[in-house]
C-alpha cells in the first residue's frame, strides 16, 4: 500500500531554514508527481509545491523563491528546502501523491516558526 512519511519539522526562528523530507513506498515513485501541501492553524490546505516524474518544478507564486521542491528516484524521497522562513509557515506540512485520480497523503510534519 502507498505509505508516505514526512521528516524534519520542528521549531525554527523567522529567517531560518529547515529541510523536509518525505520517505514513499508501495508505489513507483519514479513516473509519479509529488507535492508538498499545507496547513495552517484554522486554515484550509495550501499547495506549496510540486515536481514532475521529469522533475520539473512548480511553486506557490507566493513562495517561489524561498522554497525549493527535490526528489531522489533512487531513494523514493522527496525533499523541501525552506529557507528564510516566516512566521505564516508555521503550518503542518503533508507529502502528496496522486495516483490514478485517488491522493494519497501523509500523516504531516509540524513546522513552527517562531522568535
Known amino acids: 500500500q502507498v505509505q508516505l512519511v514526512e521528516s524534519g519539522g520542528g521549531l525554527a526562528q523567522p529567517g531560518g531554514s529547515l529541510r523536509l523530507s518525505c520517505a514513499a513506498s508501495?508505489?513507483?515513485?519514479?513516473?509519479?508527481?509529488m507535492a508538498w501541501v499545507r496547513q495552517a492553524p484554522g486554515k484550509g490546505l495550501e499547495w506549496v509545491a510540486g515536481?514532475?516524474?521529469?522533475?520539473?518544478?512548480h511553486y506557490s507564486d507566493s513562495l517561489k523563491g524561498r522554497f525549493t521542491i527535490s526528489r531522489n528516484n533512487a531513494k523514493n524521497t522527496l525533499d523541501l528546502q525552506m529557507n528564510n522562513l516566516k512566521p505564516e509557515d508555521t503550518a503542518v506540512y503533508y507529502c502528496?501523491?496522486?495516483?490514478?485520480?485517488?491522493?494519497?497523503w501523509g500523516k504531516g510534519t509540524q513546522v513552527s516558526v517562531s522568535s
Open positions: 508501495g508505489f513507483s515513485f519514479g513516473p509519479n508527481a
Open positions: 502528496n501523491v496522486r495516483i490514478n485520480q485517488d491522493n494519497y
Open positions: 515536481i514532475g516524474g521529469d522533475g520539473m518544478t
